[in-house]
């Protein structure tokens, strides 16, 4: 019998042809199993360390060290896989056999054939072995890999990667990179030198970070959208900037350098890259700019006046730009555009500051009603912040002429509905026929009927008209005051303005003239509206006399020629606090009979001055009859009860001291009668002196009914607010230079002026004493 030949044609079933296939497949597959596991085993574990991205940590030459023994196993599991060439034909007869119970190896009997004798005996044997296969399956494979690891150190291979894919999966390509390529140093192949410059966005207000080779101990912050430039020399190879999975090729220079410059977006890693090496990498950590944060201090707060108190703190990781508060009105409809009020911010865009402010919002339309408060921050990026919203109702102006409510009252109706412009229009007309209900004010008289002539059209401006009514209004109720009131706040806020963006030299010292200006206008508005003059305000109630707010504006100015800034802010503030306090202490508004009344004094104290002097003259001459004398004491005597009765209508009461007048001037005409010159000049002289009385009771009285209305408000001499009053507190930090420091400081400047214009001096000493010199 001639030996078995192997030979898939030999087997008749196609089926079992496909089966043999596999079964030779299968076998081979278990042969190189082992091998096959330990390879991908060590490779997992290669590809775990590698994106855990540890061999980059070691020592450069440990790192190759670590590589040459991960390759030593290679050639034993290469050899492994030669020896599973071997399988044959019929060891995947014999597996078929085995695993389906076949007996008789009916493979063989299909590949044999008979040397001679009866081929028909033959042909049914082989039928027969042939039918036996026809049942035949495969099964799974088998493996051993229970036996030969024990210990289960493939599965603890998998599971590294697996770890290792969650949190390196983003930057694979780099790890894998610097896995394989240790960055050994080797003579003539590294660059000369690297630099790498980080400059972080002008609004972080942060400087450039030089990165060199090596420092890469911790991860390097950068803020988002940071500028990146390397410049490399030397070396062999073009080079590359590894960024955020991104290759950016280097430039070619002139001298054989090479540079690029590109913005960091986002990366765990930034790595420059020559031939096939890397040179260097730097881990980073991109810091984000975050929005701002903003609050109310506290509370807004109403003062006296109408004015409203908005304190907030705010705080940015690289500076705030802009801060305000949002009004909006309750039950407005959707889409209505808020009320925004700018709060002062130096422009030195701070990281943290804290604000305080006063406003005047009694002029807006919404005056009188309920509006949500929130205050907002923005940054440079326009990124924005708001605080916790607060519920008040936004201050208004209580106007006690009744002219000024009528007027105040159609500029509310207006606002409410154009529809109101007919009826508005009839109490305009009504109120310019007599213009004496408005002290004949001309200002006033063109404002009521250029709004008069403006409401006549249907598509009239809405705001033109009601600033014509609240400037009409005002100027019923205050006179020339309230416009140089409001010109006074100006400028001080464009004074504030000025301190915060540290304006200097001759810009601070315009500003100062015209808040010099203001002041004054100021000053002799309240003197008038109080029938009195400007050094008379102390004995009006106010708490600081004219003269020495002059003197705090020349002090001011003596801050602004030092550059004492802090102290210059301080006096502002206090100032403010002394200008709101001069109206807060006054009556609100004393009637024209009450101011006449007190002119009317002041004349009558004038021409019995006159008479006074008459009668001592008469006393010592003799030369002239009393009856002229009588009848003029007795006009001053009618003209005197008129007075008193216009006091006690104006202020509820009148002084005590013009009764006891009455009486002197009625002693006086007694004495008159009897031709007793002298006992008249002293009666005369006792009227004088009670009627000088009378008015200071006058204006005492007035101070006193202003004083009720600012009950509660813990005010210092000066009116400035006293630590836990309704006021900002100051902190003792701020210290305003004494007077002698002024001047001394003063006498420094001017010597270095002095020295910087002497040109005898060094260029490099004159220079510096100019640095000096440039801020003040």
Known sequence: MAGPSPLLAALPDSRVRRLLRMARLLLTLETVWPSLVWMASLAALFGAVALFDLLPRLPPWLHLGVLVAWLVPLPWLAWRLRQARAVSWEQAARRLEAENALPHRPFQTLW?????????LWDGHAARAAARLSGLRLWWPRSDMARRDPWGLRAGAML????????GAQDWRGRLHRAMVPAVELPGLGPDSLEVWVTPPAYTGLPPRLLRPGDAALPVPVPTGSAVLAVLSGGFGAAALVLDGRDIAFSRQEGGGQRVETQIQGGETMVVRQGWRDVASWPLKMVADLSPDIDFAAPPEVAERGRLLLAVVAGDDYGLTRMWVEFRRLGAAVGEEPLRVALPLPASRPKQFGSSSWHDLTAHPWAGLPVLAQPVAEDSLGQRGAGEVATLTLPERNFLNPHARQVIEQRRLLTESRTHAPGAMGV???????????????????????????????????????????????????GDLASAEQRLEEVRRQLEQALDEDVSGPALDALLDQFHEALQRYLAALAERLGTSADQLPQAGAAISDQEMMDMVGAMRDMAAIGARDGLRRMLRDMAGILDDLQTRMPQKPSSAVSDALRGLRDLAARQQRLLEQSHRQAQEQTAPPGSASRQQQELRQSLQGLRRDLMQGLGQEPMALGDADQAMEQA???LGHGDWGAAAQAQGQALDLLSQGMRQALEDMAAGAMM?????????????????????????????EQAEMQRARAILDELRRRAGDFSRSRDERDYLLRLLRQF
Do not use: Y
Not at 112 to 120: L, N
Not at 160 to 167: C, T
Not at 713 to 736: C, E, F, I, K, M
């Open 669 to 671: 005409l007694q004495d």
């Open 160 to 167: 590294a990667v697996v770890a290792a894919l969650a949190g």
């Open 112 to 120: 044999d054939h008979p040397a001679g004798g009866d081929c028909a």
């Open 428 to 478: 305009l007309d009504q109120l310019a026929v007599d213009p004496s209900r408005f002290n004949d004010d001309l200002r006033t008289f063109l404002a009521l009927r250029t709004a008069r002539h403006a409401l006549s059209n249907p598509g009239f401006d809405l705001a033109e008209v009601q600033d014509l009514l609240w400037n009409a209004a005002l100027r019923i109720e205050d």
């Open 709 to 737: 209305g600012s009950a509660g408000l813990s005010r210092d001499p000066l009116g400035r607010a006293q630590p836990g009053g309704r006021g900002v507190d100051d902190d003792g930090s701020t210290r305003v230079p």
